[in-house]
Structures are given as C-alpha cells and as structure tokens.
C-alpha cells in the first residue's frame, strides 16, 4: 500500500514537499519512483530511487529543483519540489516497482 501526502496549491517559484508513505512489504521494494500525469496525457517519469544503494535518477525537465529521498526508519519516500513551474502542476502518483501505485497528490502551481 502506498498514500500519498503533500500536495497543494504553490504559486511559481514556490516549494512544496510529497510524501508517501509504505507498507513495510512494499517499502522492501528495489526500486521507488514518483511520477506525474496532467489529463489527457500519459503518466511521466520524474524521479526515481534504488532502495539498495541510494542511487537517484531525474527526468530532465526537473534536474536541479526537484529531490528524492526516502526514511527507511519510517518507510517513507519523499520528492522535494523547489522552483515550481506552471508546468509542474500535474497529479503526482507514487510507486513501488512490483507493487503498484498510489492514489495520487494534487500540485497545482500558478
């Protein structure tokens, strides 16, 4: 199970801070990632994580604004998102490779 949090509404050039949180049989995953889907467009790749060694990929329309972590101790992945663009404003999905999605947080940026 994977529950979403953090989403809002920023204005350009704002922070915001996604969490989502895991089921410990999840957060044993390989692989973490977050994605983002505006409607009637497909669901993009943002960010990703290896759970075993850290390693961290961007898409690259958010290298340099956004980061994504996780707290092992809480079972918990995180995407920092700095520097807001309207285009940014999309439903942001977390997911667990093998283990499905979210239900997804709201960023709305104007």
């Known amino acids: 199970q994977l529950v979403e949090s953090g989403g809002g509404s920023v204005q350009a050039g704002g922070s915001l801070r996604l969490s989502c949180a895991a089921s410990?049989?999840?957060?044993?995953?390989?692989?973490m990632g977050w994605f983002r889907q505006v409607p009637g467009k497909s669901r993009d790749g943002v960010a990703a994580i290896y759970m075993t060694d850290g390693h961290t990929y961007y898409a690259d329309s958010v290298k340099g604004r956004f980061t994504v972590s996780r707290d092992n101790a809480k079972n918990t992945l995180y995407l920092q998102l700095n520097s807001l663009r309207t285009e940014d404003a999309a439903m942001y999905y977390c997911?667990?490779?093998?283990?499905?999605w979210g239900q997804g947080t709201q960023v709305t940026v104007s």
């Open positions: 410990g049989y999840t957060y044993s995953t390989t692989c």
């Open positions: 997911a667990a490779l093998g283990y499905g």
